[in-house]
């Protein structure tokens, strides 16, 4: 099993090394693929714009420069040929596609490679997550001169798209910032470092000396009074609405026997 040096969000590093996953990090570099994968992603980048002018292109040369015969000079159809100045170019680059496809199984492979490559070497490292509250230069560089790889052309793979990263590094020659899952073999190979953020291998950062005491120390006590608590307001809750019921009924009985005295008295003031 690969392990990588783990280090905090302020740039200290941890004791404890971080486990790499072993489905993707068994330690397998196949050379014949990460060249494959270079040279299509070498491939795809460029224009296939140039273009050169043949003989037929080229303006001029309409007529026979001198007659065919008796100059004792060797004959010429037009000054735009290939073998006179300012004529066309023979076999020259048109515009055309360089595009090279790889099978999706192939580039999964040469990625795959690229990180054991450097995993085995020592220069994959595990950072926590990065939260920058705003674009800042300073502060990732001050973050890997911390971690010692401020000399050293570095590769940031963050857990998602994160832009303030993204911005701080941007403008840094040596420094180049991608999500993990956007970087393919040819990034990972230009990098002397790669630097991954510990969310995006699907774990969690080992906590610093002392931490863990204190975090187990405390969660029971915040947990418990809150469910003691709970218990008589819903008691309450409950034997509220049979109270004002009983109320309820009791001043419509007063209400009735009033009324029916009130009757009483009119029928006998009547009579």
Known sequence: MLEAPQYSAAGGQRRAAFQLPEGEYDGTVNEAVLYHS?????????QGTAKTKTRSEVSGGGQKPWRQKGTGRARQGTIRAAHWRGGGTVFGPIPRSYRTELPRRVRQLARRSALNA??????????????????KTALLADLLAKVGVVDRKVLLLTDG????VYLSGR????????????????????SDVVVVEVGALGGAAAPAEGE?????????????PRRKKAAPKAAKAKAAPKKTAKRATKATAKKRATKASAKKKKKKGGD
């Not at 270079?38 to 460029?46: D, F, T």
């Not at 450097?118 to 674009?135: H, M, N, Q, T, Y």
């Not at 798209?161 to 303030?164: A, I, P, S």
């Open 38 to 46: 270079v040279r299509a992603y070498l491939n795809n980048q460029r």
């Open 118 to 135: 450097r995993a085995r070497e020592g220069s994959l490292l595990v950072i926590e997550a990065l939260e920058f509250e705003a674009p």
């Open 161 to 164: 798209l994160k832009r303030n």
């Open 171 to 190: 403008n840094m020659p040596a420094v180049r910032v991608l999500p993990y899952t956007d970087a393919a073999a040819y990034h990972i190979l230009w």
């Open 212 to 224: 863990a005491a204190e975090d187990a120390a405390a969660a029971p006590k915040r947990a418990a």
